[in-house]
């Protein structure tokens, strides 16, 4: 049987894990494809061939971007020259827009069908890249289920595949485990709060949690709080240096720590669309640089910032934005929430219509059907 090659671009942590899900499948459906291109110790795991060190692609912000152009430039032609030479049979790209858009782009003008699974968030900003996807993709793997409509809009292919987080979030303790590997109180109500995974996020966020905690009784509630392995553990340590409140630090367990507690304080971003999924009631926070800020406000073209919103198109999730991101707010806001048991379970009910929403289909099988088609296989 002849080897079929699928070259795949997964630039960035979590798409690598999004992709293993879907090599995990190939490999128990088919025995002659070769993966290789640019993944992780995830996609490795299930026979990836990776090209160059997966750390290199791990890039972001503008200046950090302008500091490896010559290295994305001997990657590009890296990667022309595979096309050219030695064509792959499929070509999958893995989100990571900014690399991405442009082999999508190359592979077309070598005739390689591509498949996009995850695709830029262009509803949200750089709308015209729709065009770009329509022109350089053969069929689009999509996981929030109104980008459908964009499509159906401009008469690409396209498939709602279930989103990831359907197959990759895994509750490996019990309440009453997690309470005792972090010494928590199960008589008093628990308080999560997840300032991020990048140490910008917890400059911004992370005082401002500290300052909702001091408001609260300590006699009443627990507080949580995740720290990513990915930010700097002094400005960790620094900022929550400047309490004397008992806070459990939750490392390696978000899932149980976002499962278990009673309401979460989420930093907008991937977390939050976990968060929802698992059902526990929250409220997103995002602040940044008020420069930053107000070039966004410029490009984007939504009204929403927490993806649960956007997805379910209503406002089930307090939002709270930039400069309403203080303590004071914080805590109240929680406190609302907490003792309004309407409004506590209104927002549990209607975060299981979206955990129905997001895991109605198998992502891994859904994407591997695709990719059989596109193979012939």
Same mark, same amino acid.
């Given at each position: 049987?002849?080897?079929?090659?699928?070259?795949?671009?997964?630039? =960035?942590?979590?798409?690598?894990?999004?992709?293993?899900?879907?090599l /995990?499948?190939?490999? /128990?459906?088919f025995?002659?494809?070769?993966?290789?291109?640019?993944?992780?110790?995830?996609?490795?795991?299930?026979?990836?061939? %990776?090209?160059?060190?997966?750390? $290199?692609?791990?890039v972001?912000?503008?200046i950090?971007?302008?500091?490896?152009?010559?290295?994305f430039? $001997?990657?590009?032609?890296?990667?022309?020259?595979?096309?050219?030479?030695?064509?792959?049979?499929l070509?999958?790209?893995?989100?990571?827009?900014g690399?991405?858009? $442009?082999?999508?782009?190359?592979a077309?003008?070598?005739?390689?069908?591509?498949?996009?699974?995850?695709?830029?968030?262009?509803?949200?900003?750089?709308?015209?890249?729709?065009?770009k996807?329509? /022109?350089?993709?053969?069929?689009?793997?999509?996981?929030?289920?109104?980008?459908?409509?964009?499509?159906e809009?401009?008469?690409?292919? %396209?498939?709602? +595949?279930? *989103?990831?987080?359907?197959e990759?979030?895994n509750?490996?303790?019990?309440? =009453? =485990?997690?309470?005792? #590997?972090n010494?928590?109180?199960?008589? /008093? #109500?628990?308080?999560g709060?997840?300032?991020?995974?990048?140490?910008?996020e917890?400059k911004?966020?992370?005082?401002?949690?500290?300052? %909702?905690?001091?408001?609260?009784?300590?006699n009443?509630y627990?507080?949580?709080?995740?720290? %990513?392995?990915s930010?700097?553990?002094?400005?960790?340590?620094?900022?929550?240096?400047? @309490?004397n409140?008992?806070?459990?630090? +939750?490392?390696?367990m978000?899932?149980?720590?976002?499962?278990?507690?009673?309401?979460? @304080?989420?930093t907008?971003?991937?977390?939050?669309?976990e968060?929802?999924?698992?059902g526990?009631?929250?409220?997103? +926070?995002?602040?940044?640089?008020n420069s930053?800020?107000?070039?966004?406000k410029?490009?984007?073209?939504?009204?929403?910032?927490?993806?649960?919103?956007? +997805?379910?198109?209503?406002?089930i999730?307090?939002?709270?934005i930039?400069?309403?991101?203080n303590?004071k707010?914080? *805590?109240?806001?929680?406190?609302?929430?907490?003792?309004?048991?309407? @409004?506590?379970?209104?927002?549990?009910?209607?975060?299981?219509?979206? *955990?129905?929403?997001?895991?109605?289909? @198998?992502?891994?099988?859904?994407?591997?059907d695709?990719?059989?088609?596109?193979?012939? =296989?």
């Amino acid at each position: 049987m002849k080897s079929k090659k699928i070259f795949w671009i997964a630039g =960035e942590n979590s798409g690598d894990l999004h992709a293993s899900i879907v090599l /995990k499948e190939l490999n /128990k459906r088919f025995s002659n494809i070769e993966s290789f291109g640019i993944g992780g110790d995830n996609m490795k795991a299930y026979g990836f061939k %990776a090209i160059y060190p997966f750390e $290199r692609f791990s890039v972001m912000g503008f200046i950090e971007v302008v500091k490896h152009l010559a290295f994305f430039a $001997r990657v590009e032609k890296h990667i022309k020259d595979i096309f050219k030479n030695d064509p792959p049979d499929l070509v999958v790209l893995v989100d990571y827009p900014g690399l991405n858009m $442009r082999i999508a782009k190359l592979a077309k003008s070598y005739n390689i069908p591509v498949l996009y699974f995850i695709v830029p968030q262009f509803w949200a900003w750089k709308y015209k890249r729709i065009f770009k996807l329509q /022109k350089y993709t053969d069929h689009i793997a999509y996981i929030l289920p109104f980008e459908g409509k964009h499509f159906e809009k401009h008469n690409i292919d %396209a498939s709602f +595949v279930g *989103h990831p987080i359907s197959e990759e979030i895994n509750i490996n303790f019990s309440k =009453e =485990e997690f309470a005792q #590997k972090n010494d928590l109180d199960l008589n /008093k #109500k628990w308080l999560g709060f997840l300032p991020g995974s990048r140490n910008a996020e917890l400059k911004n966020m992370l005082p401002e949690f500290i300052n %909702a905690i001091e408001i609260f009784d300590s006699n009443k509630y627990e507080f949580l709080i995740s720290k %990513a392995s990915s930010v700097l553990t002094k400005l960790f340590q620094r900022i929550l240096s400047k @309490t004397n409140k008992n806070i459990k630090i +939750v490392k390696d367990m978000n899932y149980e720590m976002m499962k278990h507690c009673d309401f979460l @304080t989420v930093t907008s971003g991937t977390a939050t669309i976990e968060t929802a999924f698992l059902g526990t009631p929250f409220i997103i +926070v995002y602040k940044t640089s008020n420069s930053s800020y107000q070039i966004g406000k410029r490009f984007i073209k939504i009204n929403k910032i927490g993806l649960p919103n956007i +997805v379910i198109e209503k406002d089930i999730v307090p939002e709270l934005i930039q400069d309403d991101v203080n303590g004071k707010n914080i *805590h109240s806001t929680i406190t609302d929430i907490l003792s309004d048991v309407n @409004t506590y379970n209104k927002i549990s009910n209607e975060l299981k219509a979206l *955990h129905v929403i997001l895991g109605s289909k @198998t992502p891994s099988t859904e994407v591997a059907d695709i990719i059989g088609k596109m193979i012939n =296989e």
